[in-house]
């Protein structure tokens, strides 16, 4: 009876796989009736029920799931030897159960409507819309910098805890929130992960944990970098599972958030995306625009370069890979490349907007 049961998982494993398979033809679907429907209702129950609690449930669950699977293999080593089948029926079984609830809990995500569709902006830009919105970006770095602080060769100190910075997210998503109500982020829950120094091994500032649906940052990195961080959390929250449009969507919060050192935060991340793209589409004006720039945000950014250098090993590229992998299998077929298109939907969002 046993067996019949986990054979039977095991099939409905290879039905979600299937049914997942058509959905990803379906993107309005999913937008309506998930990511727009039951989805909402279901993040905002997880963030009650795990926000208040200080520490990362989902990372203490992962601790707990790990010490499981090793006691079940030392436990079953004889077994798995003598009885593969049923060995192999467990796995199969174990994989269908997180697979469903991976989906159902938060996942499908990947497979809604774009998000430029969703604003009725164009996907494209062109080398000059490029060039001139990093003109603008540099422009009102520059501005918010000299606000924050009155040497132009030294970084930006932030003033806050990284727990304030955590209470203080909320601000910019609320502005937000009245132009687009469904980027009204509350309740929060987000924390430090238990595992910020793998984490940090691995390359990797942040993740939202989709079975407790807590956002999780790197403890460890750069304050300068927490705010943009946190709010690119958060949109995986609220229902943005691709990497490029939660970037926009953090970028946008810091950037409507009340606090200069947010702005300043978030400013400053979208030039660093434009200015990576111009590097690759046209190194001269690149190179024209580096000089402009305050060199206390250069020093900003080398900041973050250098936690990142000091960190380096040579299982990372292992990590950044197998994310790679992750995110290709799950509907973003240009894996962490998709990163850069962040820079378009910043591009044509603020192209008859004020910075």
Same mark, same amino acid.
């Given at each position: 009876? $046993?067996?019949?049961?986990?054979? *039977?998982?095991? &099939?409905? #494993?290879?039905?979600?796989? %299937? +049914?997942?398979?058509? @959905?990803?033809?379906?993107?309005?679907?999913?937008?309506?009736?998930?990511?727009?429907?039951?989805?909402?209702?279901?993040?905002?129950?997880?963030?009650?029920?795990?926000?208040?609690?200080?520490?990362?449930?989902?990372?203490?669950?992962?601790? $707990?799931?790990?010490?499981?699977? *090793?006691?079940? &293999?030392? #436990?079953?080593?004889?077994? %798995? +030897?003598?009885?593969? @089948?049923?060995?192999?029926?467990?796995?199969?079984?174990?994989?269908?159960?997180?697979?469903?609830?991976?989906?159902?809990?938060?996942?499908?995500?990947?497979?809604?409507?774009?998000?430029?569709?969703?604003?009725?902006?164009?996907?494209?830009?062109?080398?000059?819309?490029?060039?001139?919105?990093?003109?603008? #970006?540099?422009?009102?770095?520059?501005?918010?910098?000299?606000?924050?602080?009155?040497?132009?060769?030294?970084?930006?100190?932030?003033?806050?805890?990284?727990?304030?910075?955590?209470?203080?997210?909320?601000?910019?998503?609320?502005?937000?929130?009245?132009?687009?109500?469904?980027?009204?982020?509350?309740?929060?829950?987000?924390?430090?992960?238990?595992?910020?120094?793998? #984490?940090?091994?691995?390359?990797?500032?942040?993740?939202?944990?989709?079975?407790?649906?807590?956002?999780?940052?790197?403890?460890?990195?750069?304050?300068?970098?927490?705010?943009?961080?946190?709010?690119?959390?958060?949109?995986?929250?609220?229902?943005?599972?691709?990497?490029?449009?939660?970037?926009?969507?953090?970028?946008?919060?810091?950037?409507?958030?009340?606090?200069?050192?947010?702005?300043?935060?978030?400013?400053?991340?979208?030039?660093?995306?434009?200015?990576?793209?111009?590097?690759?589409?046209?190194?001269?004006?690149?190179?024209?625009?580096?000089?402009?720039?305050?060199?206390?945000?250069?020093?900003?950014?080398?900041?973050?370069?250098?936690?990142?250098?000091?960190?380096?090993?040579?299982?990372?590229?292992?990590?950044?890979?197998?994310?790679?992998?992750?995110?290709?299998?799950?509907?973003?077929?240009?894996?962490?490349?998709?990163?850069?298109?962040?820079?378009?939907?910043?591009?044509?969002?603020?192209?008859?907007?004020?910075?």
């Amino acid at each position: 009876m $046993l067996k019949n049961k986990k054979f *039977i998982l095991i &099939l409905f #494993l290879v039905l979600q796989i %299937i +049914l997942i398979s058509i @959905l990803k033809n379906f993107p309005e679907f999913v937008e309506q009736f998930y990511s727009n429907g039951f989805y909402v209702f279901l993040s905002k129950l997880m963030r009650y029920v795990f926000g208040w609690i200080p520490f990362s449930v989902g990372d203490i669950l992962y601790t $707990l799931a790990g010490i499981y699977i *090793i006691r079940w &293999l030392i #436990l079953n080593r004889k077994r %798995i +030897l003598k009885d593969t @089948l049923n060995w192999i029926l467990d796995i199969g079984a174990t994989i269908s159960i997180a697979y469903f609830a991976f989906h159902i809990l938060w996942a499908f995500n990947y497979y809604r409507q774009p998000l430029y569709k969703s604003l009725n902006i164009e996907p494209e830009y062109s080398i000059e819309q490029l060039v001139d919105f990093t003109e603008r #970006l540099i422009k009102k770095s520059n501005t918010l910098h000299a606000k924050l602080e009155p040497n132009d060769t030294l970084k930006i100190v932030f003033p806050y805890t990284k727990a304030e910075i955590f209470d203080n997210i909320q601000n910019g998503y609320e502005k937000l929130s009245e132009t687009y109500p469904h980027l009204n982020y509350q309740p929060k829950s987000i924390k430090k992960s238990l595992y910020s120094i793998p #984490l940090t091994y691995m390359g990797f500032s942040g993740y939202l944990n989709p079975f407790t649906n807590e956002a999780q940052v790197d403890g460890l990195i750069p304050t300068y970098k927490f705010p943009t961080t946190a709010c690119h959390e958060a949109a995986h929250q609220l229902g943005y599972a691709a990497e490029n449009e939660a970037n926009f969507i953090g970028s946008l919060a810091t950037i409507h958030n009340d606090d200069p050192y947010f702005q300043y935060s978030g400013y400053t991340f979208a030039l660093r995306y434009c200015l990576a793209e111009l590097f690759r589409r046209d190194v001269e004006t690149y190179e024209t625009m580096i000089p402009v720039i305050n060199k206390g945000i250069l020093k900003n950014y080398q900041e973050v370069k250098a936690f990142w250098m000091s960190y380096e090993n040579p299982l990372e590229p292992i990590f950044e890979k197998t994310f790679d992998s992750f995110l290709k299998v799950n509907n973003q077929s240009a894996g962490m490349k998709s990163y850069s298109y962040v820079v378009a939907l910043l591009v044509n969002y603020y192209k008859d907007k004020e910075l």
